[in-house]
Every structure is written in C-alpha cells, then in structure tokens.
C-alpha cells in the first residue's frame, strides 16, 4: 500500500557511512583526519555539557540548603552562588572520583560499562538495518535466563561451562530478537510495538521462572535465583584490577561489529536494507531475511550483555533483571551515532556515570536517579541538535542533521 | 489500487475470493471450537458432579439480587458447548466477524474459568467486574492520550512518562494545597506539560518520535524517582494527598448488578466513561474530529485547504498530555493515595497496547482497557481462590494479543497514514 516515495522511513545515514557518498571534501593528511573526529565529536560533546548542566541545576534547586541560600539571593547574592557552585563542584567531583579517580573506581566503571557497551551495539547495529530495537529490555532478560537455567542446572569445569553459558545467553537473546524480525519481516508488525510488548512478556517469564523450583533459590519465598557457580562466572585476570574479562569481550564484540558492518557482504546488506529498503529490494536483496537476520544479531548482542551481567557483576536473577540496561542502551546507542566506536565511547561514559552515581548519593546524598535525568537530557540533546545549536551558538553545519530511525507504526 | 494501473485480469476472481472467504471462516470456526473444547476439557472434566460454584453478584452491604449458586461441571460443559455453537454459527453467516465470534468464545473460556475457580467455594464475581473496571480506568485514559496523539499523526509511546509523571504532580500538590480538586487539575497540567514537551521535540525540532517518547519516558521516572528520594521521603506530608471517595449518582445506582458497577465510582471512572463517548462523538461527528483525521491521514491535503497541520498536531498532542494526566492523577488520587517509585509500572505500555487493540477508536480503547484491567483483576480474582494457575501467563495476555493484533492474524488494524511523519509546509 506504500508507494517508495511516501516512505520517509529512512533517510540518508549519518556522514560517517559510506553508502551516504562522500558527504564532503576532506583536507588531507592527519590534520583534516583530527579535524573530521573534532567535528564529529563537537556535537556529543556539547550535548554531554548541556545535560550536566541541567543536571546540575536540578541538583541545586532541589536541594534544601541551596535552596535556603537562594531564598537570600537579594540580600546575599554571592552566598547563594558560592553555596550552589559548592554543592555542584562537590556533587560532580564525587562523581568523578568514584568512577575514574581510583583504580578501583576504573574498574568499576568498566564492569558497569561491559553490558552497556554489549546491549548498545545491539541497538545500534539494529538502527543501522533501519530497525528501533527498544527491546533490549526483553533480549537480555531472555539471555540472562537462557545462560542462568546453564549456570544452575549443570556442573562442568569452567572451560566448557561458561562457554556453554555465554552461547545460551546469545542464544536465548538471540531468538528473542529474531521473533521481533520474523514479525516485522512476515507480517510487517512495527518492530517498536512487537519489541515493547516482548519486554514485558519477558519481565512475566522472568517472574514466572523465579517461582519454579528449576530456579528459585532453594529456602527462599521471594523471587531470587541461585547464585552462579564458579564454573560460570567471568574470570578476573589481575588480581588488583577487578574486571572481569567479559570487558574484554565487550571490546572484541564492538570490533567484531565493526568488521561485520564495514567488511562484509551481509552488513553492507543490513546497511542498504537500512538506508532504503525498496532500493535494497530492487537490487535483488533479500529484505525479510536481512531484517530477520539483524533483528536476530541484535537480540543476541543483547542477550550476552545480559549474559555478562549476570555472570560478572550480578550474579543471580532477581525480578526485573536490569530492564533498565535496555533503556541506556538506547541513549547510548544515540549519542555514539550507531557506529560501534561511538557505542564503546558512550559505553564507558555511561558506565562512568552509573558507577559514579552511586559515590555521588553517599557524599553528597544526591539521589542516583539524576543519572537517569542525565541520560535522558543526553538522548534528547543528541536528538535535537538545534536545541543544542540555540544554546551554544553553534554554525548549522558542524552539527549535522538530527537522526531518524523509524518510520511511522502504518509505513512499512 | 491506484486510479492509474488498470486491474489485472484474474482468470476465476470469485473462485479465489470465495475460498479466501471460506478459510477464513474455517478458521473462526476452528478457533472457537478449538477454546470451546479445551473449557470442556480443562474445566469441565476437571471438576466432580457434586461441585457447586457461588459467585456474588452484589458489592459488600448491598442486596440486591440474589448470588448465583452453580453446578461447576454442567456451567462449564454449557459455557463450553456455547463457545463451539459460536464456531458453528461462523460457518452459517457469510464473512464471520473474528472479534465477534472469537472474542465471544474467548470470553465464555473465560467466564468457566472464573466458575470453575469457585468451585466448591465463593468467588466474588461483582468484585471481579468492578476491579477490573477500576483497573481498566488509567489504561483507558492513556489509550485516549495515545489515540489523540496518533490520530493527528504524532506517534507517542511516552504516555508511560506523561502518567507517571502526572501522578507525582497531582500527589505533591494534592498534599501541599489539601484539595483534590487542585491536584487533579495540577496532574492534568502536568501531562499538558509533558505533552507540550512532547508536541515541541516531534513538531518543532522534529525529533523521531519514538526517540521523544524514550526520552520522556525516561526522564519521568528519573526525576520523580529523584524528587521522591529528595523531597518526599524528608517531606512526608507532601505524600499524604488522600483519595477521591466514590460517590453514587441517585435512582441509577438502584439498577441491579450494573447500577454499583457504573454509577457508585469515584470521578475518575465518570470521567473517563464521559471521555471515551465524548471523544466517540468529537472525533467522527465535528469539525474538530474531522480536521484531526485529515491532519493524521493526509496532512498535505489537510493543509491545501487551509487546516493548520501543526497547530492541531500541537493541540491534540497536549490533548493527550491532559489525558494521560488524568491516567496519572488516578494512580494518586484515583487509588493508591501517595505516590511511589515507578508506581504507573509499565500501564503507559498497556495503555499504548489498548490504543492499538483497540483500532485507534475510543469505544475500541474502553473494550481493550476492560478486557487488560479483567485479566489483571482475575489475577486477584484467583489467587484468593487458591487456583494453581500461575498469574504471569494471565498479566501476559495484554502483550501477547497485541502482538497478535499488530501482526495482522485476527485483521490488520487501520493506522493514521501520517503517524509518525514530520509535516513540513510548503515543500
């Protein structure tokens, strides 16, 4: 019922993609490369300070000792500014020191970003089929169900075991993931809804499996699965740097996604399937298939993410297993513009923020949930370069474009 | 099916329809008799002769009519004999309507489950029904904010944000001021704030919708579950706003059974009964409900003839704001009487998939919101009555058979042509 020319599903991806045609001339040598990557990085970058900003408003204005000074703005202006810049200067500094000023702060920042990294590739490689997989919530549950059920039911040596549990989970998120596609691909289900509604399918299963004796810890009423065994848990390499190898991992997958997307004939089909579909199709490109097959890839980059957590930071099931990670992944996957590098950088920026977040509540008892108002203003502000232009005076041209990866719930 | 390609010549055309139509009555058919049997089945041969089922039909101090004493296993082997006699009419009629017949059968499934549950016990059957309807009142203003919005062509996924967000505002405001009446209005104003957020990042920033939606769905939840931490849990007399007590409309509430269940409510449930048949009227019968369809099917044709194509995306989608404040405020004022991290708990999401059950149609929207909110209340309904059905599968129905829908396998619902697309003038 769609003609191609009222589909504005896609239009032209970002500059960095080489389907796009060369998007404008480069000045050579290492200079224009510095150049290009400054350029690219202007608009992330003023986004991240636009929302540390309004965070930082928002600290203030809510917080009782601020506001008290305020409230003598007239009579005593410098105090109330000296009193907000403390509570801003402290507030963020704590968060910087529990995610990057220590080495324990480090590694924790880098176990937090590992499945942050994971499930954002599986948002971005999706974005980069022209598909909005808002379902990482549900794929990693799935995952981390699938390598879980592994983790409980056999008793191996760790060099089979947690190989079997790491493939369960990419598995298990995978098929996930490929209902999503095969829905999208056979009937033109709008993957949005089919993957929201999968999410929460997937909460339930989780709920579900919790009161099953197969995983519900043995003595216990309340929803909680058993702790992993050693034999499935992710190895820590150095004893004084606790990150689990699953960081490692993370990495490896990021290039992994590179290679696929860049050097391969099927990632440049889920690229031209992306970009335009009807073109893909009149060149003789299987539509459904890559759909199905992206779809499918994506879930299982979501599952091991779950998989990783599970296995590293956290490991047991508890009800709502991070169906929060599904979210970030999201922003993230935005902010570093659907390229696996872009991922990885928002990843560990991300990870940072969370790992921070937590030092931030108990120093100055800002409640971590301003993380989430962060993330948000991040997704917005990547979103919506213009805002961003309005309040940093920016030229039009260095910003680019704002992105758009879905069409609306009728095209097809 | 455009006016310029000719239709192509098909050899036997009412042979091919004819056997499209004869499947898909068979498949009606099966589907009914295929529930039927398994009530039959799962229920009826379940249960020993000598069971009786009792379920109360009147709210707690009333008595009315007299509660409906059963025997379990003959009300099962009727209710499912009904559900295969619904199957073999399909065969009769030509074109069997799925929703009619399957949904009927669906529902007598689902009536022998809440008899054969009561079995050998008492099952509140009038609390069953008024819960659910309790329960189906936010997911039914959310569907409406949902249908708002999309119907002039602005997707919105962030109704789960826009409620949640009402329901902090309402509960804080109802507290500080202690009138309900304020808070309620502040909810909805707080909706038509996010809703005009909303409006601005998808109209005039042009902001993939879906991205928009993420982003106030998430920023909701943190900065109510920050404010909580931060302001309510020092302040705890600014969480104490108290409920709308119900109040019953003279001579209807007489009528048996129906009267208690539609006219003793709270304002909420009249309210939202109101919306949904005002909105049934508005949107097919005024000129405003006209110009929102236009502007959400073909806003290049509304705009030729002078609608404004944004201003009425603009307005609608702080309609839809408002709307989903009042789904908010009932999480607050409406039910729980304080307010709690993350409270609306995934309803913006069974809101949305009320919206698209539901056909972007009000009266659709108040069905689907009855049948999730009955499947969550027979969740209670049953774990009162010791049934070892486990809850999840039921609290999963809503997702699954919206999938079901938007998959096209019991008839692809018709969206808004224009959802979701950005309307630039001019051009």
């Not at chain 1, 060149?283 to 994506?298: N, P, R, Y």
Request: charged share 10%; hydrophobic share 50%; aromatic share 10%.
């Amino acid at each position: 019922m769609t003609t191609p020319a009222a589909d504005p599903a896609v239009l032209p991806p970002e500059a960095d993609d080489p389907l796009a045609g060369a998007p404008h001339e480069r000045p050579p040598g290492v200079a224009g490369a510095l150049r290009d990557l400054a350029r690219g990085l202007l608009g992330p970058i003023l986004a991240i300070i636009t929302a540390l900003a309004v965070g930082a408003l928002i600290i203030v204005f809510t917080d009782p000792n601020a506001l008290d000074a305020w409230r003598g703005f007239f009579s005593d202006p410098v105090e109330a500014l000296d009193a907000s810049w403390d509570l801003i200067a402290t507030s963020y500094r704590a968060l910087f020191d529990s995610s990057l000023g220590s080495q324990r702060a480090l590694a924790r920042t880098l176990v937090q970003s590992t499945p942050l990294i994971l499930v954002g590739l599986s948002v971005a490689l999706a974005f980069k089929a022209g598909l909005f997989n808002i379902g990482g919530a549900g794929q990693l549950i799935a995952g981390a169900m699938c390598a879980a059920w592994i983790g409980i039911t056999f008793d191996l040596p760790l060099a089979v075991h947690l190989p079997m549990a790491l493939v369960a989970g990419t598995v298990g998120g995978g098929v996930w993931g490929a209902a999503i596609g095969f829905l999208k691909a056979r009937t033109g289900a709008h993957e949005v809804i089919t993957s929201i509604m999968l999410n929460f399918v997937a909460l339930r299963l989780l709920d579900y499996a919790l009161t099953t004796d197969t995983f519900r810890r043995p003595g216990r009423t309340d929803p909680i699965s058993p702790e992993m065994p050693g034999s499935v848990r992710l190895p820590v390499p150095i004893d004084s740097f606790r990150v689990h190898i699953g960081f490692l991992l993370a990495l490896a997958v990021a290039w992994g996604c590179w290679w696929l997307l860049q050097r391969t004939t099927v990632g440049f089909r889920m690229r031209a399937v992306g970009a335009n579909p009807h073109a893909a199709r009149y060149a003789g490109m299987g539509v459904a298939t890559t759909t199905v097959l992206s779809m499918t890839i994506a879930g299982g980059l979501a599952g091991l993410g779950g998989t990783t957590i599970l296995l590293g930071s956290t490991p047991r099931l508890t009800g709502g297993f991070f169906a929060s990670v599904g979210f970030d992944a999201i922003a993230l996957a935005l902010l570093g513009r659907a390229s696996p590098i872009g991922v990885v950088g928002a990843g560990l920026l991300f990870g940072a923020l969370q790992a921070g977040s937590t030092g931030m509540q108990a120093k100055t008892s800002t409640p971590i949930d301003i993380i989430f108002v962060i993330q948000a203003l991040i997704i917005l502000f990547v979103a919506a370069p213009a805002i961003v232009r309005t309040v940093w005076r920016v030229k039009d041209t260095r910003l680019g474009a704002g992105q758009r990866f879905s069409a609306g719930w009728g095209a097809q | 099916m455009t006016a310029t390609t000719a239709p192509a010549p098909d050899p036997r055309p009412e042979v091919v329809e004819e056997t499209g139509a004869r499947r898909h009555a068979l498949m009606v058919a099966g589907l009914c008799a295929g529930v039927g049997i398994a009530a039959v089945v799962l229920f009826g041969l379940t249960a020993t002769s000598d069971q009786v089922s009792t379920l109360l039909m009147n709210p707690r101090g009333v008595d009315t009519i007299p509660n409906v004493e059963l025997p379990t296993q003959i009300a099962a082997f009727v209710l499912g004999f009904g559900a295969v006699l619904l199957g073999v009419q399909a065969l009769r009629v030509p074109n069997p309507k799925i929703t009619v017949y399957f949904g009927g059968a669906l529902g007598l499934f689902a009536l022998t489950l809440v008899v054969w549950a009561a079995r050998d016990g008492t099952g509140a059957f009038y609390g069953l029904i008024s819960g659910s309807v309790a329960r189906a009142t936010p997911i039914a203003f959310g569907a409406i904010a949902g249908l708002l919005c999309e119907r002039s062509g602005v997707i919105n996924i962030a109704i789960e944000g826009m409620m949640l967000a009402a329901a902090f505002g309402a509960a804080i405001t109802a507290s500080a001021t202690g009138s309900l009446w304020i808070g309620l209005l502040c909810g909805v104003l707080t909706g038509a704030v996010f809703g005009a957020v909303h409006a601005v990042i998808s109209i005039r920033y042009e902001v993939d919708q879906i991205v928009g939606g993420t982003f106030i769905n998430i920023f909701a939840l943190g900065m109510t579950s920050y404010l909580a931490v931060r302001v309510l849990a020092r302040y705890a007399e600014l969480n104490r706003p108290g409920t709308f007590r119900p109040f019953q409309i003279p001579l209807l509430v007489e009528i048996p059974f129906l009267g208690p269940l539609l006219f003793s409510q709270n304002v909420f449930g009249f309210l939202m009964f109101g919306l949904v048949f005002f909105l049934a009227w508005a949107l097919f019968n005024t000129r405003w409900g006209l110009r929102v369809r236009a502007v959400g099917e073909h806003p290049r044709a509304a705009d030729t003839v002078g609608i404004r194509v944004r201003f009425i995306r603009y307005r609608n989608v702080i309609y839809g704001g408002m709307a989903a404040g009042l789904g908010g405020a009932w999480f607050t004022l409406g039910s729980a009487g304080r307010f709690d991290q993350n409270m609306t708990n995934g309803r913006g999401f069974i809101a949305l998939a009320a919206m698209i059950f539901g056909r972007w149609h009000p009266i659709g929207a108040l069905i689907a919101a009855l049948i999730f909110g009955f499947s969550e209340q027979l969740n209670d309904y049953l774990s009162l009555l010791d049934t070892p059905i486990p809850s999840q599968f039921l609290l999963m129905a809503p997702y699954v058979v919206t999938i079901v829908v938007v998959a096209g396998l019991v008839g692809r619902p018709r969206v808004p042509a224009a959802n979701g697309q950005v309307y630039k003038s001019g051009g």
